[in-house]
């Protein structure tokens, strides 16, 4: 079965500083892997994912993640943090068994510091 | 615009209370979805429907029904509200029965039942 682990419920960073939010799945087959952002009153919209071919995924607004099989993880990263990357994050994964199930993490709110 | 629409964004309602929150999605989509997000869990999935008269429970379907009747609309019933199905919920839709794909969601609805 799949499932999603968010390391830190919130992450501070202060403005400029590396943002890095963790994740670590688990599935009995290869997956498929997403990071979706929720601004506050709206919905979740897709970032980035990896399906297949390269490992780095370049996304939205600067971030990008990198999926590591050995580690079993697809941690999301942005050089400089902005002021208006202050949102919640959801890592997700999806592979071909189980109905073609989406499996969301708890995620991560992420504060940016002036 | 591609979009999926739900509402009503924000409803109080009491105990047993029918209501019936819509979702439409102007994408041709396949796949429809209902989440509901609870602070510390995530999303959780209640029912999703692969096409048209086509629909199935997802993680957490107590106390919920859906109907698909038409490719674009894919409405979400609560029968009779308990205080415990206070939450925000999304809807939710994606191209077909590919896992790799965005899943594209509402703004959310907010239900407090009292």
């Known amino acids: ?114 | 615009e591609a979009q999926v629409t739900q509402n009503p964004r924000y409803l109080i309602t009491v105990t047993g209370k029918k209501l019936t929150v819509t979702c439409s999605q102007n994408m041709n989509h396949e796949y429809m979805s209902w989440y509901r997000q609870d602070p510390g869990l995530g999303l959780r999935q209640i029912y999703y429907s692969m096409n048209v008269e086509v629909t199935d429970k997802g993680d957490v379907p107590e106390g919920y029904k859906v109907s698909r009747k038409e490719k674009r609309n894919f409405p979400l019933i609560l029968e009779s509200p308990s205080p415990n199905q206070t939450s925000l919920y999304f809807c939710a839709s994606s191209l077909g029965l590919y896992s790799g794909n965005t899943i594209y969601f509402g703004e959310g609805s907010w239900l407090t039942v009292v």
Request: charged share 15%; aromatic share 14%; glycine share 8%.
């Open chain 1, 1 to 114: 079965a799949q499932s999603v682990t968010q390391l830190g419920s919130h992450v501070s960073v202060s403005e400029g500083a590396l943002v890095l939010l963790r994740c670590n799945y688990s599935s009995s087959v290869p997956p498929y892997l997403f990071w979706y952002v929720q601004y506050p009153n709206q919905g979740l919209q897709l970032l980035l994912k990896y399906t297949t071919g390269a490992t780095l995924v370049k996304g939205i607004n600067g971030f990008e993640a990198e999926f590591k099989k050995s580690e079993t993880s697809f941690h999301l990263t942005k050089p400089s943090a902005h002021m208006s990357d202050a949102a919640e994050y959801f890592c997700a994964v999806s592979d071909n068994t189980g109905g073609f199930k989406t499996i969301f993490g708890a995620g991560t709110r992420l504060f940016v510091k002036a």
